[in-house]
């Protein structure tokens, strides 16, 4: 395929549908590239992510205006206090992975392959722990704190996926259930998937952008948004009822396919 502007609109499309249902959108976007669908710039990456985050946060708005307006309430400001703290230890193993180590990821199939499989099992271990245990009511402390040490875990790995972590983190340390698990990964993944785009982002427009790169970014992140919009409401209504067990199995199924087919 050689139009760009196409294989924008594509990766936007993957972008948008797998960054929140826990299969790991890094790593289908680099089978994409992988695919023919072109190399793309880590400001392209993270603009199309931020599109999908901007998606989250127009679904959670009430309950984020609720928290905000809120505050002198016990239960809102501790829920406040363990998304900070959770965005903060990301932040803080963030810099130092990425200042302090030289972190890149790989460009290969074979790590992501492997995190999709290993992470298909840990979602069905997770679900499987889940139903022998009644669910607490919310997110605690110490399962906060692992939440934020899984969001740099999906980083380092791609192919574990973000979500996939942060919620089975939550599921599993706070023995909380998967709705209330995924609504705190997902509103916690708003100030970190927008401050990796600022970190992108502003050192990009000091060495300038041309035209044709805002183009593809404009495009890229208005598609990713609205399929993720689509997406996220979706699975909102499917986890209502359903556990996460058919995202195991693609998980499982996808990252033998590659072992074996893709290099």
Do not use: C
Not at 29 to 35: N, P, Q, T, V
Not at 112 to 119: P, T, Y
């Amino acid at each position: 395929m050689s139009d760009p502007l196409i294989q924008t609109m594509l990766l936007g499309i993957i972008e948008g549908i797998t960054e929140f249902l826990p299969i790991s959108s890094t790593g289908h976007l680099l089978i994409a590239e992988k695919l023919g669908l072109g190399m793309r710039s880590d400001l392209f990456n993270v603009t199309i992510q931020a599109g999908a985050i901007l998606a989250v946060t127009v679904i959670y708005w009430r309950r984020l205006w609720s928290l905000l307006i809120g505050l002198r309430q016990p239960e809102n400001r501790d829920y406040v206090l363990k998304l900070l703290a959770a965005f903060v230890v990301t932040a803080i193993l963030g810099y130092l992975l990425v200042n302090k180590f030289g972190f890149k990821l790989p460009e290969d199939t074979q790590p992501v392959a492997w995190a999709l499989i290993i992470g298909g099992i840990w979602i069905l271990a997770s679900e499987w722990l889940a139903a022998k245990r009644d669910d607490h009511p919310e997110v605690t402390w110490p399962g906060a704190i692992v939440v934020g040490i899984a969001q740099i875990v999906a980083a380092v790995f791609p192919g574990t996926s973000r979500s996939g972590a942060t919620i089975f983190a939550a599921m599993l340390v706070s023995k909380t259930s998967r709705v209330a698990a995924t609504e705190f990964a997902f509103i916690v993944g708003i100030p970190t998937m927008y401050a990796a785009t600022a970190s992108k982002l502003v050192p990009a427009l000091k060495a300038g952008v041309s035209a044709d790169e805002w183009t593809h970014l404009i495009v890229g992140f208005l598609v990713s948004a609205i399929v993720a919009f689509t997406a996220v409401k979706w699975l909102l209504r499917y986890i209502q009822t359903h556990r996460f067990t058919v995202f195991a199995w693609y998980r499982i199924v996808l990252g033998t396919l590659l072992l074996l087919f893709i290099k």
